[in-house]
């Protein structure tokens, strides 16, 4: 069966990292305030999605290319 890709995005210092599900640490830089991109990948971006009301981030979207994947907030 498929499984579960599970990791986020946070803080190191003052770097943005994603974490991946293995530990993986990937820093990331901001394209506009929702959309952050890893340097030297031009493939992939991350897109945040927020709540309007609150405007707190409730998962985000790994845009690749012509494929998206859903990650939400636990």
């Known amino acids: 069966g498929a499984g ?7 803080r190191d210092g003052r770097r943005r990292v994603v974490v991946g599900s293995n530990n993986g640490r990937v820093e990331v830089q901001p394209e506009t305030r929702d959309v952050f991109f890893t340097p ?5 971006r991350r897109v945040f999605q927020r709540d309007p ?6 998962g985000f979207i790994r845009r690749m290319e012509s494929s998206d994947i859903l990650f939400v907030r636990d």
């Open 4 to 10: 579960v890709d599970t990791g986020g995005i946070g």
């Open 53 to 58: 009301a609150s405007d707190r981030v409730t």
């Open 40 to 44: 030297g990948d031009t493939r992939m």
